[in-house]
């Protein structure tokens, strides 16, 4: 109550320290506090810079495959930005994407994501791969924007792509905030046709009976869950709660995080269903996903 006094700034501020616990790596939680705003405001990021990189065509994506358990083929890519600035390098989502979002660039940028993501699916497609689902990440303002849907409906039209082959990606917290305007969204982009699973899930405390309102395809059970599994009986208890939950909810499931064979073999021998994490495949530039996939089609 102290940092927020409405709903959409509580989990835009839940929103700016998640970034930044993601950015401290394993394990972490991060308090809000404003002078994490600030200094996430004062690392990196000027906004003028930001705002010249969309410019200056610094921004990029990678591709990190998503698997089958059974097979191991691909069956999904997830879209992840990164910023290649001209003096620092490479730098990851979770030192820009707040600041954006906290600046309103996360729109030209969010569509930026969008229209790059579409385009080169549909040059995968072109190239003979067919059957893979690409999915990007939303924040809370472009989720709440009313230009969303009309932008992804003329994307997907310009690359002659259909709605199914898309799949969006929003945070158990963000899919879990009681506005109405949330839940019509998500309603809105199910009734288009596109796919939505829910991020970082377990992380916040679900209402299991809003759970089962909400019109999702899949639960990303979260990588804080998976690193655990050797640790004890907590992650392997939560874990087949959610593939369970799933399960009987009619979600797909998906784990995310998966560095080792250990956690893999747990995984599917529960009964999840998908897999994503370093064990198969990092994130990479579209040419390495091409490689890839043309050497998996002709070994
Ligand atoms: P996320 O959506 O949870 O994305 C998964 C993150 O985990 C990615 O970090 C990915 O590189 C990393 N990862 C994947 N497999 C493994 C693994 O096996 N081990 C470990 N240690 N890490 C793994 P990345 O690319 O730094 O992205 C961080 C966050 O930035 C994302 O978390 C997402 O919340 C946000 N983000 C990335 N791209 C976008 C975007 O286009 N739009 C928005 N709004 N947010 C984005
Ligand atoms: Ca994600
Ligand atoms: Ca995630």
């Known amino acids: 109550p102290t940092d927020a006094q409405s709903e959409e700034d509580l989990i835009k501020k839940a929103d700016i320290a998640m970034y930044r616990a993601k950015e401290l790596g394993r394990n972490g939680h991060v308090n809000y506090s404003e002078t994490l705003e600030s200094d996430s405001g004062n690392k990196v990021l000027l906004t003028n810079e930001l705002y010249e990189a969309i410019e200056r065509d610094e921004l990029l994506l990678h591709y990190q495959p998503q698997v089958l358990s059974e097979t191991t083929g691909i069956i999904g890519l997830e879209a992840l930005i990164r ?29 930026w994501v969008i229209d790059t993501a579409c385009r080169d699916l549909r040059a995968l497609i072109d190239a003979g791969h067919r059957g893979i689902r690409m999915a990007i990440n939303l924040s809370l303002k472009q989720f709440l924007a009313d230009a969303l849907l009309p932008h992804i409906r003329s994307t997907l039209e310009r690359y002659d792509l259909r709605p199914e082959m898309l799949e969006f990606e929003i945070t158990e917290s963000i899919a879990m905030g009681q506005q109405q305007p949330i839940i019509e969204t998500i309603a809105e982009l199910r009734k288009f046709g596109v796919s939505l699973s829910i991020d970082d899930f377990g992380t916040q405390y679900s209402s299991l009976s809003r759970l089962s309102q909400l019109p999702f395809d899949r639960i990303k059970i979260d990588r804080q869950f998976v690193m655990d599994l050797e640790q004890g009986d907590t992650s392997s208890a939560i874990i087949g709660f959610i593939i369970e939950l799933s399960k009987n909810m009619g979600y797909s499931v998906i784990a995310e995080g998966v560095e080792t064979k250990e956690q893999f073999d747990y995984l599917r021998n529960r009964g999840c269903g998908e897999i994503q994490g370093f064990y198969f495949h990092k994130p990479m530039p579209f040419g390495d996903l091409l490689e890839i996939l043309v050497h998996r089609q002709n070994p």
């Open 83 to 111: 910023w290649q600035h001209p003096e620092k390098g490479m730098i990851p989502p979770g030192q820009f994407i707040s600041h954006a979002e906290q600046s309103d660039l996360i729109h030209p940028i969010g569509n």
